[in-house]
């Protein structure tokens, strides 16, 4: 679980609106206060989500970063000279997701670990993303000298663009990857393991492959790569296998998931808010110290930003 704006760290990485808006209260959860109120929930949701409001929280955080770093990066552009269809050409460029998800996926979520709206799934009969190719950018007006210049200098000043966010980044990437061991133990758990054998048998039952059958996280990657068959391997947007049956076999699975899974799905997001508390508890000064630096990395991009105008 992600936002077109960023590097994918992992082709669902992870990555929508700040639910404590202006109340400074943070995503930690009830009777913990916090002076950094927004930024603290969009890092809680960016790294450690316990609930489907704390990963919109954290789109909403991303998508801040994400803008403020195009920003940099149109504005080196700009100072080597290049105009707005060459910055705009520069950042498409990038290729940093040559592939966009079609609309009706519910790009909140965390299927993986029960973080999904089962209504949503069942109103949209979407659960996994379904991929097209991206256009390309946009030529249009640019010279293929120019376009050649602008390759000669766009990962530089993408270099140049993301400086300011390494050390969130780092930090973040370090207490996510302790948050999902976290989540690991509890999917170990007795009561889990006993509703992931039902969810196992009951996918089994409808069809299902040894390797979709496993866990949620496998029944999700393996819908990834069915509905997406073929599109990874597409050159061209012509050449994209049509969507309609794609479409069909997401729903179809889409129902199973829901049938099959409800009971599992309901007792993670029963149990992950409170395994978030000890999480908290137990990594206090680490969280503590990735909300201050989010803060300042926030303060820095806007401050870089502003002096361009």
């Known amino acids: 679980m992600t936002s077109p704006l960023r590097p994918l760290l992992a082709l669902a990485a992870i990555m929508t609106a700040i639910v404590t808006a202006g109340c400074g209260v943070s995503a930690h959860g009830p009777g913990i206060r916090t002076a950094?109120?927004?930024?603290?929930?969009g890092v809680i949701g960016e790294y450690i989500p316990a609930s489907m409001s704390q990963i919109a929280d954290g789109t909403d955080f991303e998508l801040t970063i994400s803008t403020?770093?195009?920003?940099?990066?149109?504005?080196?552009?700009?100072?080597?000279?290049?105009?707005?269809?060459?910055?705009?050409y520069a950042?498409?460029?990038?290729?940093?997701?040559?592939?966009?998800?079609?609309?009706?996926?519910?790009?909140?979520?965390?299927?993986s670990v029960g973080l999904v709206s089962l209504q949503s799934i069942t109103q949209s009969g979407m659960l996994a993303p379904l991929y097209m190719m991206a256009r390309p950018a946009n030529t249009a007006g640019i010279s293929i000298a120019e376009q050649r210049a602008l390759r000669a200098d766009q990962w530089r000043c993408w270099s140049k663009s993301t400086?300011?966010?390494?050390?969130?980044?780092?930090?973040?990437?370090?207490?996510?990857?302790?948050?999902?061991?976290?989540?690991?133990?509890?999917?170990?758990?007795?009561?889990?393991?006993?509703?992931t054998k039902t969810f196992k048998a009951c996918?089994?039952?409808?069809?299902?492959?040894?390797?979709?059958?496993?866990?949620?996280?496998?029944?999700?990657?393996?819908?990834r790569a069915e509905v997406n068959r073929g599109v990874f391997r597409s050159r061209a947007i012509a050449t994209q296998p049509s969507l309609?049956?794609?479409?069909?076999?997401?729903?179809?699975?889409?129902?199973?998931?829901t049938r099959?899974?409800?009971?599992?799905?309901?007792?993670?997001?029963?149990?992950?808010p409170g395994a978030q508390q000890v999480f908290f508890q137990?990594?206090?000064?680490?969280?503590?110290?990735?909300?201050k630096t989010a803060a300042r990395t926030l303060a820095a991009l806007e401050h870089l930003t502003e002096r361009q105008f």
């Open 36 to 41: 950094l109120g927004q930024t603290d929930a």
């Open 68 to 88: 403020l770093e195009r920003e940099l990066f149109e504005d080196c552009i700009k100072s080597l000279g290049f105009g707005p269809a060459a910055q705009a």
């Open 91 to 111: 950042y498409r460029n990038l290729n940093l997701i040559p592939f966009v998800a079609l609309s009706g996926y519910t790009q909140n979520q965390q299927a």
């Open 163 to 195: 400086e300011a966010t390494r050390e969130l980044a780092r930090q973040g990437a370090a207490i996510g990857r302790q948050w999902y061991s976290a989540e690991v133990r509890l999917m170990s758990s007795p009561r889990v393991r006993v509703a």
């Open 203 to 223: 996918v089994a039952h409808s069809g299902a492959p040894r390797t979709a059958s496993e866990s949620l996280g496998q029944f999700l990657n393996w819908l």
């Open 244 to 257: 309609q049956p794609r479409r069909q076999l997401d729903a179809h699975w889409s129902r199973i998931f």
């Open 260 to 272: 099959c899974g409800s009971p599992l799905v309901l007792l993670m997001q029963r149990l992950l």
């Open 282 to 291: 137990a990594h206090f000064g680490q969280v503590t110290a990735l909300e």
